[in-house]
């Protein structure tokens, strides 16, 4: 079992900027894969950003590239998504998730991904 809990949500205005933060607890954080995702309402839940095990690899969604930065410290169990230039279309509740198959990859899909954390709302007002 793994616990993850994010946390760094809020409300900013258009251009600004936020971090989000995921805390990791259980099973051994450096051995699996980091993924961002969230959801808007009435949405599907969408793929954000993902990183490595030993982040020597990250992938964004193109909506996001050039503006958001994930990263990982595993000395802190700790995952980050830095936003920048926020948008009103990047309103949404974000969530962090754990794959523990890093062998097969950075994965899109969120069904593929084997915890959760409770997620944390990003507002961007115009």
């Known amino acids: 079992q793994v616990q993850l809990a994010e946390s760094g949500g809020g409300l900013v205005q258009a251009g600004g900027s936020l971090r989000v933060s995921c805390a990791a607890s259980?099973?051994?954080?450096?051995?699996?894969?980091m993924g961002w995702f969230r959801q808007a309402p009435g949405k599907e839940r969408e793929f954000v950003a993902a990183?490595?095990?030993?982040?020597?690899?990250?992938y964004y969604a193109d909506s996001v590239k050039g503006r958001f930065t994930i990263s990982r410290d595993n000395a802190k169990n700790t995952v980050y998504l830095e936003m920048n230039s926020l948008k009103p279309e990047d309103t949404a509740v974000y969530y962090c998730?754990?794959?523990?198959?890093?062998?097969?990859?950075?994965?899109?899909?969120?069904?593929?991904?084997?915890?959760w954390g409770q997620g944390t709302q990003v507002t961007v007002s115009s």
């Open positions: 998730a754990a794959d523990f198959t890093p062998h097969q990859g950075i994965k899109l899909r969120w069904r593929e991904y084997d915890y």
């Open positions: 259980g099973r051994t954080f450096s051995n699996c894969v």
């Open positions: 990183i490595t095990a030993s982040a020597s690899r990250v």
